[in-house]
Protein backbone atom coordinates (compact mmCIF):
# COMPACT_ATOMS: atom_id res chain seq x y z
CA UNK A 1 0.00 0.00 0.00
CA UNK A 2 1.44 3.56 -1.12
CA UNK A 3 1.31 6.70 1.25
CA UNK A 4 2.52 9.60 1.16
CA UNK A 5 2.49 10.93 4.47
CA UNK A 6 2.80 15.24 5.14
CA UNK A 7 3.41 16.58 8.87
CA UNK A 8 4.68 19.73 9.81
CA UNK A 9 1.77 21.95 10.05
CA UNK A 10 0.23 24.06 12.01
CA UNK A 11 -0.57 27.45 13.37
CA UNK A 12 1.86 29.93 13.36
CA UNK A 13 2.35 33.88 12.89
CA UNK A 14 2.98 36.37 10.42
CA UNK A 15 6.58 36.29 9.67
CA UNK A 16 6.92 33.10 11.20
CA UNK A 17 8.54 29.31 9.14
CA UNK A 18 7.69 26.03 9.22
CA UNK A 19 8.92 22.86 7.67
CA UNK A 20 6.95 20.62 6.28
CA UNK A 21 7.80 16.92 5.27
CA UNK A 22 6.54 14.33 3.68
CA UNK A 23 7.30 10.45 3.97
CA UNK A 24 6.76 8.02 1.95
CA UNK A 25 5.55 4.53 2.34
CA UNK A 26 5.85 1.56 -0.60
CA UNK A 27 7.16 4.14 -2.74
CA UNK A 28 10.28 5.32 -3.49
CA UNK A 29 10.94 8.83 -4.55
CA UNK A 30 13.89 8.00 -6.55
CA UNK A 31 13.15 8.97 -10.65
CA UNK A 32 10.47 10.85 -9.42
CA UNK A 33 9.57 14.29 -9.92
CA UNK A 34 7.83 15.29 -6.06
CA UNK A 35 6.00 18.98 -5.89
CA UNK A 36 4.51 20.23 -2.95
CA UNK A 37 0.91 21.88 -3.54
CA UNK A 38 -1.65 24.31 -1.57
CA UNK A 39 -5.18 24.58 -1.45
CA UNK A 40 -7.11 27.23 0.71
CA UNK A 41 -10.87 27.35 1.20
CA UNK A 42 -12.70 28.73 -2.34
CA UNK A 43 -9.81 28.54 -3.86
CA UNK A 44 -8.05 26.31 -6.87
CA UNK A 45 -5.30 24.54 -5.86
CA UNK A 46 -1.62 25.71 -6.28
CA UNK A 47 1.16 24.21 -7.50
CA UNK A 48 3.86 26.04 -5.02
CA UNK A 49 7.28 24.08 -5.62
CA UNK A 50 9.03 21.48 -7.78
CA UNK A 51 11.89 19.38 -7.42
CA UNK A 52 12.84 17.17 -10.37
CA UNK A 53 15.07 13.86 -9.93
CA UNK A 54 18.25 15.78 -10.96
CA UNK A 55 17.10 18.16 -8.15
CA UNK A 56 16.27 21.17 -9.84
CA UNK A 57 13.58 22.97 -8.46
CA UNK A 58 10.70 25.91 -9.53
CA UNK A 59 8.51 28.30 -7.57
CA UNK A 60 5.18 29.87 -7.74
CA UNK A 61 5.32 33.49 -7.87
CA UNK A 62 3.44 34.01 -4.84
CA UNK A 63 6.16 31.89 -2.73
CA UNK A 64 9.07 32.66 -4.49
CA UNK A 65 12.25 33.48 -2.29
CA UNK A 66 10.42 32.20 0.63
CA UNK A 67 9.79 28.60 0.40
CA UNK A 68 12.80 26.15 -0.34
CA UNK A 69 11.47 22.53 -1.75
CA UNK A 70 14.45 19.79 -1.06
CA UNK A 71 14.50 16.09 -0.84
CA UNK A 72 16.46 12.91 0.22
CA UNK A 73 15.66 9.60 -1.85
CA UNK A 74 17.94 7.56 0.83
CA UNK A 75 15.18 8.45 3.45
CA UNK A 76 12.10 8.66 0.90
CA UNK A 77 11.35 12.22 2.21
CA UNK A 78 10.28 15.29 0.73
CA UNK A 79 10.49 18.63 2.33
CA UNK A 80 8.97 22.47 2.31
CA UNK A 81 10.81 25.11 4.47
CA UNK A 82 9.00 27.95 4.30
CA UNK A 83 9.75 31.39 5.86
CA UNK A 84 8.06 34.73 6.49
CA UNK A 85 4.91 33.32 6.23
CA UNK A 86 1.86 35.14 5.51
CA UNK A 87 -2.31 34.93 6.56
CA UNK A 88 -2.49 34.28 2.56
CA UNK A 89 -0.29 30.78 3.44
CA UNK A 90 -3.01 29.58 5.72
CA UNK A 91 -4.29 26.52 3.12
CA UNK A 92 -3.55 22.76 3.35
CA UNK A 93 -0.29 21.81 1.68
CA UNK A 94 0.17 18.67 -0.38
CA UNK A 95 2.66 16.52 -1.38
CA UNK A 96 2.53 14.79 -5.18
CA UNK A 97 4.81 12.32 -7.08
CA UNK A 98 5.12 11.72 -10.03
CA UNK A 99 5.58 8.13 -11.88
CA UNK A 100 8.65 7.18 -12.36
CA UNK A 101 10.49 8.92 -15.00
CA UNK A 102 7.41 11.49 -15.95
CA UNK A 103 8.19 14.45 -16.65
CA UNK A 104 7.47 16.98 -14.38
CA UNK A 105 5.45 19.30 -16.43
CA UNK A 106 1.30 18.51 -16.57
CA UNK A 107 -1.11 17.76 -13.77
CA UNK A 108 -1.52 14.11 -13.62
CA UNK A 109 -0.07 13.02 -10.23
CA UNK A 110 0.63 8.95 -9.57
CA UNK A 111 0.49 9.47 -5.27
CA UNK A 112 -0.64 11.97 -2.94
CA UNK A 113 -0.72 12.82 0.63
CA UNK A 114 -3.53 13.65 2.49
CA UNK A 115 -2.50 17.36 3.12
CA UNK A 116 -1.18 19.13 6.23
CA UNK A 117 -3.04 22.24 7.64
CA UNK A 118 -0.89 25.64 7.81
CA UNK A 119 -2.70 28.52 9.48
CA UNK A 120 -1.00 32.05 9.65
CA UNK A 121 -2.31 34.24 11.83
CA UNK A 122 -1.97 38.55 11.81
Known amino acids: QVQLVESGGGPVQTGGSLRLSCEAS????????LVWFRQAPGKERERVATIDNAGRTAYSISMKGRVTISRNNAKNTLHLQMDDLRPEDTAVYYC????????????????WGQGTQVTVSS
Open 26 to 33: GITFSARC
Open 96 to 111: AAKGKFVACAGSEFAY
